[in-house]
């Protein structure tokens, strides 16, 4: 076979056909589609609207008394015309009729004009307070969380101020100390705003002090901007969904405040001087003052009731999808379930437990002498991203075999497919992942004797399957040590949550003696056993891991780019541990990793992947020095030479595929 050794760079690309233009929708944003989400929507619709025109549609003024259907009583019988004694008279509301649609109260005022004056200023009251505390928590919970310091000590005592004091015992103080509260729509929110917003700087400012050591926040700071721009470009756009929660959740609390203190009579009277404003609140007091509930009105006191119980049943359903209106990431997964509902496909799955969207096939017999040095089986495998016409294929018709003892290297660029791959395999694809087509056979041969024994299709296992097979059969190395390990949790007690849930019969000494052993199988003493995460240097930290996948000695391993933090002398080390290790207990490992010259050294056979397919295999030492696709060869040369005269880089001429078939805009 002759190899050309000419460059990638170098080769004259293929003829091919002319491109056709395709023109493409700019993708919108798209709606929530939940049903819970659009009933709570036009639920606050409908409100809107009334609050805007309403006092258009007023039959009658709120306070106008309609004398010719006032019905008066005698108090007293044998008093009143045609005796000698004088009458004492009481009124009596009208119930729903043609020229008033839900009565009238005592005083004959038309409660369905009442209604719609109330359903203004109680609206407006509500989202004006709730603005007014929504901005006050942000000013004082981000700017806490992220100067931190004096500043986050006097702000959080500011706030812990407000949140020890009682909320509606305040409030009916400043609203009886601001008699003429009742008269402002501006003032009764303020009032009600200063006694809603601690809780939600609280929260905000817990989530800004989680957020201020990322990493992208770093490299903000290390790019030189200043710490404004970072609170409203890196960090605030990360607390919108709890900013918008914390703003739906006011609304509906200064709404029930408002109610509460008019209902106390502390809102102002429509009919005192100054006057105050209409709202849910009054309706409702001058009910129960004149015995509406126990003479039976129901005209007058149910409708401002029910409009309350309405309006925070709309904002509590709104606020379902308020995640998935501003993630992006849930945005798409509420599309995915959308199309695949079309396609009478459910894609309800238990957390941990990636849906399987394909008809179930007939497992392969394979003969024994096949099977007898197979871990795992890939078939004919896909997994897409969305489901439908919104799909995004990420894998395309994958076939692979993991023999015992192999170490088999999975190599490609970023975004080829390799960790949605590994990850749906094995049924830890987080949402909106599908597997589409294939199946992933498991020849499970446990060295201690327990768990399940024989071919398990992954792909038609339940939850209780999948979880015995998971670690004790097939372990995860992940990529950052970092997030990986429990922060709060010292490695011995990560440790003793895995042997006690996988190996009950081990006692508490047997599970720390194990735990210690497995340390320092990869050179770390015991002692560490009572650290914590942080207490580690990067290394340790991927070392620990590495142990940890092998505490149940499975027979398959996928360690997903180990090497990643580390230095590079660290990594080489870590790397060499791995090989000693397989060759001491015989695991099998698919390893990912984007350096192709890596895996020359460490695997025995690599996969190159492209754009979700697997494009060539081959033994490593033939593919290193024999590699058939320029792909390949590009992935070998990508890396500058250690050693001998520096030549430029180039990479592969053209651009990854296109996995987006269709843009769909709504």
């Keep these: 076979?002759?190899?050309?050794?000419?460059?990638?760079?170098?080769?004259?690309?293929?003829?091919?056909?002319?491109?056709?233009?395709?023109?493409?929708?700019v993708q919108i944003l798209h709606l929530p589609r939940s049903p819970k989400v659009i009933a709570g929507l036009v639920i606050l619709a409908v409100f809107g609207v009334v609050a805007i025109i309403g006092r258009w549609l007023e039959p009658y003024s709120p306070n106008a008394t309609d004398t010719q259907h006032w019905i008066q009583r005698v108090l007293v019988e044998g008093t009143g015309p045609g005796?000698?004694?004088?009458?004492?008279?009481?009124?009596?509301?009208?119930?729903?009729?043609?020229?008033?649609?839900?009565?009238?109260?005592?005083?004959?005022?038309?409660?369905?004009?009442?209604?719609?004056?109330?359903?203004?200023?109680?609206?407006?009251?509500?989202?004006?307070?709730?603005?007014?505390?929504?901005?006050?928590?942000?000013?004082?919970?981000?700017?806490?969380?992220?100067?931190?310091?004096?500043?986050?000590?006097?702000?959080?005592?500011?706030?812990?101020?407000?949140?020890?004091?009682p909320g509606l015992p305040l409030l009916i103080v400043l609203a009886d100390y601001v008699p003429s509260a009742g008269t402002s729509v501006l003032l009764v929110a303020a009032i009600i705003a200063v006694t809603a917003w601690a809780y939600s700087a609280r929260v905000l400012r817990a989530q800004t002090l989680s957020l201020r050591n990322r990493d992208f926040v770093e490299a903000a700071r290390v790019s030189g901007e200043r710490p404004l721009r970072i609170i409203l470009v890196e960090v605030l756009p990360n607390l919108v969904p709890i900013v918008a929660a914390?703003?739906?959740?006011?609304?509906?609390?200064?709404?029930?405040?408002?109610?509460?203190?008019?209902?106390?009579?502390?809102?102002?009277?429509?009919?005192?001087?100054?006057?105050?404003?209409?709202?849910?609140g009054e309706m409702l007091r001058q009910a129960f003052a004149n015995n509406g509930v126990r003479s039976g009105w129901w005209w007058w006191w149910a409708p401002p009731g029910i409009c309350v119980a309405a309006l925070g049943t709309g904002l509590a359903l709104l606020n379902f999808g308020v995640d998935e209106f501003i993630n992006p990431r849930l945005r798409s997964a509420g599309l995915s379930r959308k199309a695949a509902r079309k396609a009478g496909i459910s894609l309800r799955s238990t957390l941990g437990i990636t849906p399987v969207v394909r008809p179930m096939p007939a497992i392969a017999s394979t003969a024994p002498d096949e099977a007898a040095d197979k871990v795992l089986e890939i078939r004919g495998f896909s997994v897409d991203y969305g489901y439908g016409e919104e799909a995004v294929h990420a894998v395309v018709d994958c076939n692979l075999v993991l023999r015992?003892?192999?170490?088999?290297?999975?190599?490609?660029?970023?975004?080829?497919?390799?960790?949605?791959?590994?990850?749906?395999?094995?049924?830890?694809?987080?949402?909106?992942?599908?597997?589409?087509?294939?199946?992933?056979?498991?020849?499970?041969?446990?060295?201690?004797?327990?768990?399940?024994r024989g071919t398990i299709d992954l792909l038609a296992s339940g939850e209780e399957q999948m979880r015995a097979v998971r670690w004790s059969e097939i372990s995860v190395v992940l990529q950052s040590a970092l997030n990986s390990l429990n922060p709060v949790l010292t490695i011995g007690a990560q440790f003793d949550d895995l042997l006690r849930v996988h190996r009950p019969q081990l006692s508490?000494?047997?599970?720390?003696?194990?735990?210690?052993?497995?340390?320092?199988?990869?050179?770390?003493?015991?002692?560490?056993?009572?650290?914590?995460?942080?207490?580690?240097?990067?290394?340790r930290r991927q070392r620990a891991l590495n142990p940890s996948a092998l505490a149940l000695e499975p027979p398959g391993r996928r360690p997903g780019h180990p090497t990643t933090a580390p230095a590079h002398a660290t990594s080489r080390e870590i790397l060499e541990e791995l090989i000693g290790l397989r060759d001491r207990l015989g695991f099998a490992a698919l390893f990912i990793t984007h350096d192709l010259s890596l895996l020359v050294e460490l695997a025995d056979e690599i996969t190159v992947m492209y754009a979700g397919r697997l494009m060539e295999r081959a033994p490593a030492v033939s593919l290193f020095r024999s590699p058939r696709l320029p792909y390949t060869h590009g992935l070998l040369n990508c890396f500058p030479p250690m050693h001998g005269a520096r030549r430029p880089m180039a990479g592969i001429a053209g651009s990854h595929l296109v996995l987006l078939a269709t843009f769909i805009a709504w």
């Design 508 to 539: 508490r000494a047997d599970r720390w003696q194990r735990s210690g052993e497995l340390l320092e199988m990869v050179g770390i003493s015991a002692d560490r056993l009572r650290s914590y995460t942080h207490e580690l240097s990067g290394g």
């Design 83 to 165: 005796t000698n004694f004088p009458a004492n008279y009481y009124p009596l509301p009208l119930p729903p009729s043609a020229a008033h649609w839900l009565g009238t109260t005592v005083f004959a005022q038309d409660v369905w004009s009442q209604l719609l004056a109330s359903t203004q200023a109680t609206l407006f009251v509500g989202l004006l307070a709730a603005a007014i505390a929504t901005v006050l928590s942000v000013l004082i919970g981000v700017t806490a969380g992220y100067l931190g310091g004096n500043a986050d000590e006097g702000l959080s005592l500011f706030s812990n101020v407000f949140l020890a004091i």
């Design 404 to 452: 015992r003892g192999q170490v088999m290297g999975l190599a490609g660029e970023s975004g080829s497919g390799k960790t949605t791959l590994a990850m749906a395999a094995i049924r830890l694809l987080r949402a909106p992942g599908v597997i589409t087509a294939g199946e992933v056979l498991f020849h499970s041969r446990p060295k201690s004797g327990d768990g399940p």
């Design 1 to 25: 076979m002759t190899i050309n050794a000419t460059p990638v760079s170098e080769l004259a690309p293929v003829p091919g056909p002319l491109p056709v233009p395709v023109f493409r929708r």
């Design 246 to 280: 914390s703003f739906l959740f006011t609304t509906l609390y200064a709404i029930g405040a408002y109610v509460a203190i008019a209902f106390l009579g502390l809102a102002g009277s429509p009919t005192s001087s100054p006057p105050g404003l209409w709202n849910w």
